[in-house]
């Protein structure tokens, strides 16, 4: 086991560059063309050992900023940190009962995939407080058992999944893009959200990569990739949630280069030029009553790492 006695793993956010959606599969999932990009929005999940729990098991705090999204966190087994401590732990011989700390930064239910950052970080921290030396390609194996969106945060940068969204393939980028992402009060649930894009497109093509944008991010282009985001879900996400279109036409008049939803929102991600045209939109969008908050970041950023 290892000599320290916790570990702190540090991991991004993601906002979804083009999320293209395919018809139903008979599994319950859709096909995903799903273009991942890290940003720079961290959570951090800290792992300690817990020698009275058995090996796996764990118990869970968690704190952040905002009080009303850290509110909305599971404490208990089904958090999917807890559920990638006790999967690792099968895996591990060295595994032993764990405390979970998770200080969260990424809004909770808000289409940025905290909690499967959090699984991942889970995973990266606890195989290294036991020991496990765990390879890469197990991991994220590992990961895609616990859901779709849970590869991708081990990996970070930019990435393009397929399957379900999780067999990733990395994108070149060229430069850093900056971002504003604005956050809504409450979540929506991604199962909710896909439930309504097959009410609404029960005709929906498969899913492909849009060859402008992967040109948009090779040339480091913030206009042409502004005007590539696309996302299958924002229809049925501003059905479920129509405050949302007011959000992203304050964006857009404010100037972003781009405006879409983040995954199966409710946060809204706008791409700016630069860093302080990001600050300029985000004190924009903070005028808007819709908007809980507006907060800037950049990417790509690297996946989970060992702090
Ligand atoms: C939509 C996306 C876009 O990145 O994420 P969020 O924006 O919610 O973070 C992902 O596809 C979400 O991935 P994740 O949150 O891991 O979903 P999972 O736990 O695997 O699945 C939750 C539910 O979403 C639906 N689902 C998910 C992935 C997929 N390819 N098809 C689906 O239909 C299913 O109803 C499934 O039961
Ligand atoms: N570590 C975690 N952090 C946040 N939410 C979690 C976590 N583990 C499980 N959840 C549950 O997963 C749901 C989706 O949360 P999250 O991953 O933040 O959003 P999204 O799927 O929209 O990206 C939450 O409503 C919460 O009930």
Known sequence: MNATASVTVRVPAKVNL????????????????????????FDEVTVSVRGDLPPGQAVLS??????????RVPLDGSNLAARAAALLARHVPGATGVHIHLAKAIPV????????????????????????????????????????DVPFPLLGHTAVGTGRGERLAPLP???TFHWVFALAEGG??????FAEYDRLRPDAPEPRLDPELAAALAAGDPRRLGAALAND???????????????????????????????SGPTCAFLAESAEHARALAEALRDCKECADAVTAHGPVPGAVVR
Do not use: I, K
């Open 188 to 193: 929506l649930s991604t199962a909710a959200v």
């Open 109 to 148: 239910a808000g289409g940025m995939a905290g909690g499967s950052a959090d699984a991942a970080a889970a995973l990266v921290a606890c195989d290294t407080l036991w020991g496990g030396g765990t390879p890469r390609e197990r991991l994220l194996e590992l990961a895609a058992d616990l859901g779709s």
């Open 233 to 263: 879900l924002q229809p049925a996400a501003l059905s479920l949630r129509p405050a949302l279109g007011e959000v992203l036409d304050v964006g857009r008049a404010a100037g972003a280069l781009g405006a879409v939803v983040s995954g």
């Open 173 to 175: 980028v060229r430069g």
């Open 18 to 41: 083009q999320l293209a959606v395919g018809p139903a599969r008979g599994d319950g999932y859709h096909g995903l063309v799903n273009v991942f990009h890290a940003v720079s929005l």
């Open 62 to 71: 968690a704190d952040g900023e905002r009080a009303d999204h850290v509110a």
